[in-house]
């Protein structure tokens, strides 16, 4: 499901200009085989990073993603028994730049059922890459301001990426989950064994 103008207006406002003005982010890249990703992001796991009194928006959010009223919303897009997404809803911050990607990926994991990207980058066009790209059937969703992105994720479904970043800093989202304890989702599968991101920024015309 894609929802656009997801928040209020000034919320989605404050959010970004909080985003945009971290100097804290950490940067995330791993290069396995068959699985790569490089991008900065704030992530609850870090809870005294996460939750920094520069980032009252950031929070406010958070405590919103894990509302009852919204796990509810979540369970009735899935079709999920009611309480079913009895977990923590995860939630991370994150921030594309020039050479940030994704490769292809099913999210999938023994919590995760329904995993959200609400995009924050303002005036992004969409010749400056960081798409998000789904796969089986293909689908090209445009990094769009203050619009939420939903699919249900566990075994095979709705393997995606996010295609690597060739100009611009400010491609921001807040990215997540909503997990499940009661209810094991589909065992976790391999990397996928046909489609590998072949990234060279240098051959799309973007810098490092």
Not at 160 to 184: K, Q
């Amino acid at each position: 499901a894609r929802l656009r103008n997801f928040l209020d207006a000034a919320v989605a406002d404050e959010l970004h200009d909080e985003l945009a003005g971290t100097t804290d982010w950490e940067r995330r890249a791993e290069a396995r085989p068959k699985y790569q990703y490089r991008f900065d992001a704030l992530s609850d796991h870090r809870p005294a990073r996460f939750f920094h009194a520069s980032r009252p928006t950031l929070r406010r959010l958070y405590g919103f993603l894990n509302a009852p009223a919204t796990k509810q919303w979540a369970e009735r897009l899935l079709r999920a028994a009611p309480g079913s997404l009895d977990a923590d809803t995860t939630v991370m911050a994150t921030r594309y730049g020039p050479g940030c990607y994704t490769s292809l990926h099913s999210d999938a994991s023994a919590r995760r059922r329904l995993a959200f990207v609400l995009h924050l980058a303002r005036d992004w066009p969409p010749e400056r890459g960081g798409d998000l790209v789904f796969v089986d059937p293909v689908a090209i969703c445009h990094a769009e301001f203050n619009t939420l992105l939903v699919f249900a994720v566990g075994g095979d479904a709705n393997w995606h990426m996010v295609t690597p970043v060739v100009a611009g800093d400010g491609r921001f989202a807040v990215t997540g989950w909503f997990n499940s304890e009661e209810t094991p989702a589909a065992a976790p599968r391999g990397d996928h064994p046909t489609y590998v991101l072949d990234v060279d920024v240098a051959r799309r015309g973007g810098a490092s």
